[in-house]
C-alpha cells in the first residue's frame, strides 16, 4: 500500500451540512465527551470480533473498507496495518485530528474524513466496499436519519460485503442515562432487517458489557 498520503490532512467537512434539534444535541454530547478527556468507547484497543474478521479462520482477504465513527482511529489503523485501503469518517473535527495523527505516527494511509456517516454523498466517498466497520456509530445516530446512513452503506456495498456493527440495545422504561431519543432506542436485530433490504442479518451475538451491548453481522446480497 502507498504510504505517501499516510500523513496528509483529514477531508473537511462540507459547509452545507446543516443539522436539525436532535442532531445537533448529538453532535454536542459527542464533543464534550472529546473535550473532557478520553471518551468510553475509545479504548484504544481493536475488538476481538474484528480480529477474528480479520486474522480468525476463514479471514476475509484485505479489500477496501470503511469505517463509520472511527474515533481517534485504532481500527481503521489497525485495518491499514493488514492491508486494507481503508476510509474512515466521524463528526468530531477533534477525533479526525487525533486519529490523522495516529496515522501519520504509525506510517500508514487511511483516508480522513470530518463529516457525517449518514451523510457519505456530500463526503465523496464512492466505494464500492468489502466491508463496513461500526463501532457504536449507527445506535447513536437519530432515529430520522437511520434510513439514510442504511442508503448509503447500500450504495457503496460490493456484492457480498460485510458489515459488522457494535450497538447498545434499548434502554428500560424510565432510564434516566440519557435525553437523546436515538441512545435511549439502541438498535435491534429486527430494526436491522428492516432499514437494511438487500443485506442478510447473519449473526447477533451479545456483547459482555454490563448494559445491554450486540455485535450485529450483516452481509449485502451479492
Known sequence: MDQSNASR??????????????????HQALEGYYHAGKPPWDTGVTPPELVA?????GALPPGRALELGCGTGTNAIYLARHGWEVAAVDL??????????????????????HGDAT???????????????????????PLHRRDAYAAG???RAAPGALLLMFGYGPEPVGSSTTEITSWAAGVTADELRARFPGWELLDVTPGTNSVPTFWFTLRRDA
Open 119 to 141: 451523510r457519505l454523498d456530500e463526503l465523496n466517498v464512492p466505494g464500492p466496499f468489502d466491508l463496513f466497520f461500526d463501532l457504536s456509530c449507527y445506535c447513536g445516530v
Open 153 to 155: 452503506l447500500t450504495h
Open 92 to 113: 468530531i473535527d477533534r477525533a479526525v485530528d487525533q486519529a490523522s495523527q495516529k496515522a501519520a505516527d504509525a506510517g500508514v494511509a487511511v483516508r480522513l474524513l
Open 53 to 57: 474478521l480479520v486474522e480468525g479462520h
Open 9 to 26: 490532512k483529514p477531508e473537511p467537512a462540507p459547509a452545507s451540512t446543516r443539522r436539525d434539534p436532535e442532531e445537533e444535541s448529538v
